[in-house]
T-cell receptor, first 116, second 112 residues
Framework: EAGVVQSPRYKIIEKKQPVAFWCNPI?????LYWYLQNLGQGPELLIR????????DSQLPKDRFSAERLKGVDSTLKIQPAELGDSAVYLC??????????????FGPGTRLTVL | SQKIEQNSEALNIQEGKTATLTCNYT??????LQWYRQDPGRGPVFLLL?????KEKRKERLKVTFDTTLKQSLFHITASQPADSATYLC???????????FGTGTRLQVFP
């Protein structure tokens, strides 16, 4: 079974440029998460989807970040414009069903973003 | 303030010994707690889940305890091996929110 797929794996951009990350979750997983992970820190939730609905985006900086999961399968996270402080690893994860309390999350390898 | 704390200093132990990692939290009402392993350049991998009404969980060489009075979880790896070297993250699910809050992780290094 294929795991969570993310692309690109690495991205280097100059500040003020836009950037987009793509995630394809494990087939059949209804819940999709985007996390941000800074060096030496744990992942921090940016947004959680249940199918195509964003059910928790309270930590998403909406002035520059946006996300979509149009058909309830793959998802895109966008930053426009990027700032120096956005340099981090962006992780995507999926789980089978959040209602089965404690569903483990399956993480992709992440996209390492460097903003110059 | 609400925090999940893990020892930020690396834990170095000799092969064959038991590694014990600590996860402390404050001001949360937990529903359950998970432990993940993360290798460099990779995403976290789920290891174990323990619910608030459970005291202990085991899986092969892994053991997790959960003390909601002390607000602490301990993660043990018995008969540790160099292949166990990684960063271990605890993640607390807040009751009623389905939200998972991760600790900062502790890096474990097992020497032959």
């Amino acid at each position: 079974e294929a795991g969570v797929v993310q692309s690109p794996r690495y991205k280097i951009i100059e500040k003020k440029q836009p950037v987009a990350f793509w995630c394809n979750p494990i087939s059949g997983h209804n819940t999709l998460y985007w996390y941000l992970q800074n060096l030496g820190q744990g992942p921090e939730l940016l947004i959680r989807y249940e199918n195509e609905e964003a059910v928790d985006d309270s930590q998403l900086p909406k002035d520059r970040f946006s996300a979509e999961r149009l058909k309830g399968v793959d998802s895109t996270l966008k930053i426009q414009p990027a700032e120096l402080g956005d340099s981090a690893v962006y992780l995507c994860a999926s789980s089978l069903d959040i209602d089965s309390r404690g569903a483990e999350q399956f993480f992709g390898p992440g996209t390492r973003l460097t903003v110059l | 303030s609400q925090k999940i704390e893990q020892n930020s200093e690396a834990l170095n132990i000799q092969e064959g010994k038991t590694a014990t990692l600590t996860c402390n939290y404050t001001n949360y009402s937990p529903a359950y707690l998970q432990w993940y392993r993360q290798d460099p350049g990779r995403g976290p991998v789920f290891l174990l889940l323990i619910r608030e009404n459970e005291k202990e969980k085991r899986k092969e060489r892994l053991k997790v305890t959960f003390d909601t009075t002390l607000k602490q979880s301990l993660f043990h790896i018995t008969a540790s091996q160099p292949a166990d070297s990684a960063t271990y993250l605890c993640a607390l699910a807040i009751r009623g929110t389905d939200k998972l809050i991760f600790g900062t992780g502790t890096r474990l290094q097992v020497f032959p």
